[in-house]
């Protein structure tokens, strides 16, 4: 994926996967008496994916406990048919700087009963993206999600507990075990290969597992509201001690997460103990905001070698400047259960469509200026080399240069060949002039495989991009480089 794209769906996920922030607007409660304080709390609804502490307390401690200082305070008030009354309080404590939930159940004349403390999570602890969640499916049970984004995933675990609110107002842990990797594993169904899944399977009918104390480690999908998980097969390759397992993900839905998110297929690996070896999604899409991603055409050979294709769109300032609607690549990919259970990926071939660029139509597209303006977009790289492949724009009143070129991570410009231009006779322009880094950032090159060409798609030829930076613009029958990407 270019890393453009791939900039903007880890941040996308990023989004979708953190807590919710507090309501800015809320009631703001006083702590004088027990009865203004709670009447006047927000009463929260059963079932609540995302509990939102709404209303801000006038001090810095809960109701008559000052233990713990906060900087600021929140309190919500929880339903129950119950003789108590539950509040959830969450603040920064002072002291700390620790984001903090915790229970307090009281009497109706305002005794507290029992209190628990059931998140606390230290702002950047050592760099590490750890977030928290809690879910309200009924009014005596609390869920307590806790797991981890970006690099922080694979070196941590998620948890979740589930807090039992009794009766008499007082309140415990639930004490789960957590399942066997056997009885994870016992219904998942047997494969045949060769197989093969277009997209991700709508049916229902495979065996569905709980979130609840699973043997898999549902990471940062407990950002999103119910996912439902079934198991969808078991392949095991002979001579090696990991095997496969393809798991669909569905309903991944969040209140404050406002992208397009389709079902997904997950290709998971463990060896006969449960150790996962590694994870990649190999099926269905996501986006948000003129981006969107999707992997498709999953397969499995007879011998346990697999393919896909990742296609991403970039619906924003590329395609509006090119007057494309949008800037589509298209990547193939084959992947590889390594020894240790790790999924490896070998590039076969990427392709960056261009076929609707014509430059006139780009051109009027933007604002005319009369100076001279260079714009630049980085269209992505070559896989695994810190060779990066530009759309250059020189524009100076009615004349225009639209040029491909590939650059290197120091800036230095290795070949290019022009797409468009409209000039007056004799006029030569500068082109190539120093870069400023805050006119187009690069991001180092991500670690791949390449075993195959990438192409751009232009609407009568196609430029083929060499790992050391060489265009080479072709002339053959553009349809049937389409037709070979597709």
Request: proline content about 3%; hydrophobic content about 40%; charged content about 25%.
């Amino acid at each position: 994926m270019p890393i453009r794209k791939y900039a903007a769906i880890m941040l996308l996920l990023f989004m979708a996967c953190k807590p919710a922030k507090k309501k800015e607007t809320g009631n703001v409660v006083s702590l004088e008496n027990f009865d203004g304080f709670v009447n006047n709390l927000t009463l929260l609804h059963v079932p609540t994916a995302n509990v939102y502490i709404w209303d801000t307390i006038t001090a810095q401690y809960m109701f008559m406990d000052s233990s713990v200082s906060f900087k600021q305070i929140h309190a919500v008030r929880i339903p129950t048919t119950n003789d108590f009354i539950p509040v959830l309080y969450n603040g920064e404590t002072a002291e700390k700087e620790a984001d903090t939930y915790i229970l307090a159940t009281y009497t109706k004349q305002g005794k507290l009963i029992q209190k628990t403390d059931l998140l606390s999570i230290v702002s950047a602890r050592n760099g590490i993206s750890l977030y928290g969640k809690l879910v309200l499916g009924s009014d005596s049970v609390i869920e307590v999600r806790r797991y981890y984004v970006g690099d922080d995933v694979a070196k941590n675990k998620s948890s979740i507990r589930r807090l039992l609110i009794q009766k008499d107002g007082h309140h415990s842990w639930i004490n789960e075990k957590t399942e066997t990797f056997q009885a994870f594993t016992a219904n998942f169904p047997a494969l045949k290969l060769p197989a093969s899944f277009p997209e991700t399977p709508k049916s229902n009918a495979y065996p569905q597992f709980d979130m609840n104390n699973g043997w898999y480690d549902l990471q940062n999908l407990l950002g999103f509201d119910f996912p439902k998980l079934r198991k969808v097969g078991k392949v095991t390759i002979p001579g090696n001690n990991y095997s496969m397992y393809l798991i669909k993900v569905a309903e991944l839905t969040g209140e404050d997460y406002e992208g397009a998110i389709e079902d997904g297929l997950y290709l998971v690996t463990f060896d006969a103990n449960g150790k996962e070896g590694g994870r990649m999604q190999v099926a269905g899409g996501e986006g948000e905001e003129g981006y969107y991603t999707s992997w498709k055409d999953f397969k499995i050979d007879s011998s346990g070698s697999m393919h896909m294709i990742e296609e991403a769109s970039d619906g924003t300032e590329i395609g509006y400047s090119l007057s494309i609607g949008s800037f589509n690549t298209t990547m193939n990919k084959d992947i590889a259960l390594e020894k240790d259970g790790s999924l490896s990926f070998t590039v076969t071939g990427l392709d960056m469509d261009l076929t609707h660029f014509v430059g006139d139509s780009a051109y009027k597209t933007n604002d005319r200026a009369d100076t001279i303006e260079n714009s630049y977009f980085e269209l992505g790289n070559y896989p695994g080399v810190n060779m990066h492949i530009i759309l250059h724009t020189w524009t100076e009143k009615s004349d225009y240069v639209y040029e491909i070129f590939t650059m290197d991570e120091h800036y230095k410009i290795v070949d290019a060949i022009t797409l468009a231009s409209k000039l007056a006779p004799g006029k030569q322009p500068d082109l190539h002039v120093k870069i400023e880094q805050d006119k187009l950032y690069i991001a180092p090159a991500t670690k791949m495989k390449m075993n195959g060409q990438v192409k751009i798609l232009l609407k009568d030829a196609f430029i083929t991009v060499g790992a050391d930076g060489k265009l080479t613009k072709n002339t053959a029958d553009i349809a049937a480089a389409v037709a070979e990407a597709k």
